[in-house]
């Protein structure tokens, strides 16, 4: 069994920042990539960027320049660093991660999300 606890989220002005994070834990072996995604309303859930476990990122292009993602191994916690955001920012946030578990099983987990929300 695997936990994801998500944070960070909440209500900024368009321009300001956030920082997401989330913690991975349970039966884990290793995370070989973490990354986030988002939903908004009436949207489908999209990639933002993801972080592999030699710490090659890729991002979506609406993230590039503003979001920065980064992990920290020894607490199998990723992070999500996102400035200048704008309205159509708003969206939930999720975690993802694609795991091998204590069986050396493959396997995917998604965290609860985490709203934010970028208004005046």
């Known amino acids: 069994q695997v936990q994801l606890v998500e944070s960070g989220g909440g209500l900024v002005q368009p321009g300001g920042s956030l920082r997401l994070s989330c913690e991975a834990s349970g039966s884990i072996f290793s995370i070989p990539v973490m990354g986030w995604y988002r939903q908004a309303p009436g949207k489908q859930r999209e990639l933002v960027a993801t972080?592999?476990?030699?710490?090659?990122?890729t991002y979506a292009d609406f993230a590039k320049g503003r979001f920065t993602i980064t992990r920290d191994k020894t607490k199998h916690t990723v992070y999500l660093q996102m400035n200048s955001l704008k309205p159509d920012d708003t969206a939930v946030y999720y975690c993802?991660?694609?795991?091998?578990?204590?069986?050396?099983?493959?396997?995917?987990?998604w965290g609860q999300g985490t709203q934010v929300t970028v208004s005046a």
């Open positions: 972080a592999n476990i030699d710490d090659f990122t």
């Open positions: 993802k991660i694609d795991y091998v578990d204590s069986m050396w099983y493959e396997r995917d987990s």
